[in-house]
Nanobody, 126 residues
Framework: QVQLVESGGELVQAGGSLRLSCAAS????????MGWFRQAPGKEREFVAV???????YYTDSVKGRFTISRDNAKNTVYLQMNSLKPEDTAVYYC????????????????????WGQGTQVTVSS
């Protein structure tokens, strides 16, 4: 069983930056692809970014060039660096883990993932 704990969300002005962290425990971190999702009020949870076991990455179009996902296997932690934040980035951000046999596997669907954190609130003011 994998436990995920997100941190780093807060209120920030448009154009600002935040770095979210997600600490994992209870499993072999290097065996997991790690994803970030977000859910705004009244909307479905949506994919943001994913990083494979060998650090291949993929992003949803709306965050390309602004967000960067990375992982530190020694610290069992995945990060989401968010720059040039916009009010439409406001949401609860969740990290998720998927045990994948392929080193370059990059699952992008909500239902692809096995484990989820509790989320961290990001609010971007205009």
């Amino acid at each position: 069983q994998v436990q995920l704990v997100e941190s780093g969300g807060e209120l920030v002005q448009a154009g600002g930056s935040l770095r979210l962290s997600c600490a994992a425990s209870g499993g072999t971190f290097s065996n997991y692809a790690m994803g970030w999702f977000r859910q705004a009020p009244g909307k479905e949870r949506e994919f943001v970014a994913v990083i494979s076991r060998i650090s291949s990455t993929y992003y949803t179009d709306s965050v390309k060039g602004r967000f960067t996902i990375s992982r530190d296997n020694a610290k069992n932690t995945v990060y989401l660096q968010m720059n040039s934040l916009k009010p439409e980035d406001t949401a609860v951000y969740y990290c998720a883990a998927k045990n994948v046999p392929r080193l370059n596997g990059i699952p992008v669907g909500v239902y692809d993932y096995d484990y989820w954190g509790q989320g961290t609130q990001v609010t971007v003011s205009s």
